[in-house]
């Protein structure tokens, strides 16, 4: 089975902290995709990469960088966290190609709060 | 742009009922359509999907049907069980988007004995 695995599942910053979360795959996939989940607003992508270093901003990059060295580690990082960042973080990844390009796969999300 | 409204929830049913839970969207193009599920403390997992209009997709006793005439990709189960109990996101991918998955806001579904 094709895991990706982020790394805390719930966090607690304070305003102003730089938070990093982190996800890994280990199925060799191209893509991967940072969104968070919000009550009422569902998922949004933050950002998302197709190949190591390389990145492009989804709906809401705001407050947000990300970092892709590894081909199977994908980083959000948030310079200074905010409360309004308060959220539900989803990392995806999925191969690139049609066919493969249409199932993502998720892992269980970390829980940040910002006080 | 893209975009996929759901129902609103929670929905809540009993058990051996039948479930509806409606998507509709609105995209340029042929896109592909997604029904996937979270469970309780879990990530999303995909559900079922349909990639061009009349498809019908299936899984787990859920069924969703690709009708383009109407842009809608709504969920049904004949039977649901208590252990089907999670939020339901409807998503679509359209061409040339590279993976990107726009999703509506879920829909709590609560089955009880």
């Known amino acids: 089975d094709v895991k990706v695995t982020q790394s805390s599942r719930y966090l607690v910053k304070r305003t102003g902290e730089k938070v990093f979360l982190e996800c890994v795959q280990d199925?060799?996939?191209?893509?991967m995709f940072w969104y968070r989940q919000d009550p009422g607003l569902g998922l949004r992508l933050i950002y998302f990469?197709?190949?190591?270093?390389?990145?492009e901003k989804g709906d809401i990059p705001e407050g947000y960088s990300v970092s892709r060295e590894k081909k199977e580690r994908f980083s959000l990082i948030l310079e200074s966290a905010s409360t309004n960042q308060t959220s539900m973080y989803l990392c995806?990844?999925?191969?690139?190609?049609?066919?493969?390009?249409?199932?993502?796969?998720f892992g269980a999300g970390s829980r940040l709060t910002v006080l | 742009g893209n975009s996929v409204t759901q129902m609103e929830g929670p929905v809540t049913l009993s058990e051996e009922a039948f479930l509806t839970i409606n998507c509709t969207y609105t995209?340029?193009?042929?896109?592909?359509l997604f029904w996937y599920v979270q469970y309780p403390g879990e990530g999303l997992q995909l559900l079922l999907k349909?990639?061009?209009?009349?498809d019908k997709g299936s899984n787990k006793g859920f069924e969703a049907t690709y009708r383009k005439e109407t842009t809608s990709f709504h969920l049904e189960k004949g039977s649901v069980q208590v252990s089907d109990s999670a939020v339901y996101f409807c998503a679509l991918r359209n061409t040339g988007t590279a993976s990107k998955l726009t999703f509506g806001t879920g829909t709590r579904l609560q089955v009880t004995l």
């Open positions: 349909a990639t061009k209009a009349d």
């Open positions: 990469s197709y190949d190591v270093k390389m990145k």
């Open positions: 199925m060799d996939h191209e893509n």
């Open positions: 995209a340029t193009g042929y896109p592909s």
């Open positions: 995806a990844s999925s191969f690139a190609g049609r066919t493969g390009a249409n199932v993502l796969t």
